[in-house]
Nanobody
Framework: QVQLVESGGGLVQAGGSLRLSCTAS????????MAWYRQAPGNQRELVAN???????NAVESVKARFTISRENVKNTVYLQMNSLKPEDTAVYYC???????????????WGQGTQVTVSS
């Protein structure tokens, strides 16, 4: 069993900052890519940023200058630093991890439960 637990969401005024964290635990052999997605009401879930096990990152154009994804491999944790937040960043943010589990040594995709980020104007 593997769990991803997120924290750090909340309500912030436009222009403010939040830092999201997501920690994986359980039967983990190794973690490959990790990512943050978000889903606003009425919209599809979209990729915000992703990071490989070696630290290479990618982010969607709308957040590239404001959000930073990072990870601490020894803690099985991925972060999303969000600066200069805008009302349109309001969404439920989900973390994702591609994990090789001990026992069957297969790679599976896991999702966190989601954390709400609300940006007021």
């Amino acid at each position: 069993q593997v769990q991803l637990v997120e924290s750090g969401g909340g309500l912030v005024q436009a222009g403010g900052s939040l830092r999201l964290s997501c920690t994986a635990s359980g039967s983990i052999f190794s973690i490959n890519d990790m990512a943050w997605y978000r889903q606003a009401p009425g919209n599809q879930r979209e990729l915000v940023a992703n990071i490989t096990s070696s630290g290479s990152t990618n982010a969607v154009e709308s957040v590239k200058a404001r959000f930073t994804i990072s990870r601490e491999n020894v803690k099985n944790t991925v972060y999303l630093q969000m600066n200069s937040l805008k009302p349109e960043d309001t969404a439920v943010y989900y973390c994702y991890a591609a994990i090789i589990t001990t026992g069957d040594w297969h790679i599976y995709g896991y999702w966190g439960q989601g954390t709400q980020v609300t940006v007021s104007s």
